[in-house]
């Protein structure tokens, strides 16, 4: 890993290096927080990510309809870990034909049906985790219907993750949206790491916009994995990434209680 005063060699590191030393230039420091999907039981890949995230901190998303009990004493002993609700059972309601991608969270069934779904599923994650659990939703595929994150706020959720630039307000009534902003895996023809520049070149990019004014400064940069895809080119990535962070003066990563500004 480069350190960050190495500037004779460009590279995707040396880019997100550039970026983090303009914070560093204007006396502030990026905040970073990591999530990850689909969770629902305990395994040598899950052993992997929360060993390797045990001081960065992180968003666990697990899908409350398929979550193994075995996976609550797992995650006990990391203060930093939260766990999110990822929908309620991963499974598509859309019709299928349209075009319109694959939705849980969408209106299809409307959206008394989709919260009602969801209550039962924060109901189950908060029984397994306790305090551990954020009253989070993370929507499957990253898409919910602002019908149904106006049915959360009313029920009493905290917040919702999804991925890319916000599109509902940042906070309504307490309620936080904290999206991802980053996936190093490349989704299309396997589930592979997508490689340094593309990867990196997503963080540079929100980074660049919080810092010149395109994004609001308070939307913290979020990375996003699945554990269970990971290959082991992303793994290394995912080591680097939280080396890079951690020994950058311009960058921390935050823990999701502070993305979320939760109490319990």
Known sequence: MIKSSDSSVTTPWHQLDAELNHWVANEQQATLWWRDDDAVAPGPKLDQLTNLTRTTGLLLAVIPANAEPGLAPVLSEFALLSVAQHGYAHINHAPRGQGLGAWELGIHR????????????????HTLFGTQFLPVVVPPWNRIAPEVVQGLIDVGYAGVSAFGAQEVPLENEGFVVANSHCDPISWKGGTVFAGEQKTL???VIH????RTGGASEQEHTGFLTHHIDLDANGWQFCEQLAKFVDNHAGAR????????????
């Open 110 to 125: 409307g959206e008394e049906a989709v919260v009602k779904e969801l209550l039962v599923g924060r109901e189950r994650l």
């Open 201 to 203: 070149n997503q963080l």
């Open 207 to 210: 980074l660049a916009a919080r």
């Open 253 to 264: 990563w935050i823990a999701p209680v502070e993305v979320f500004r939760w109490t319990a």
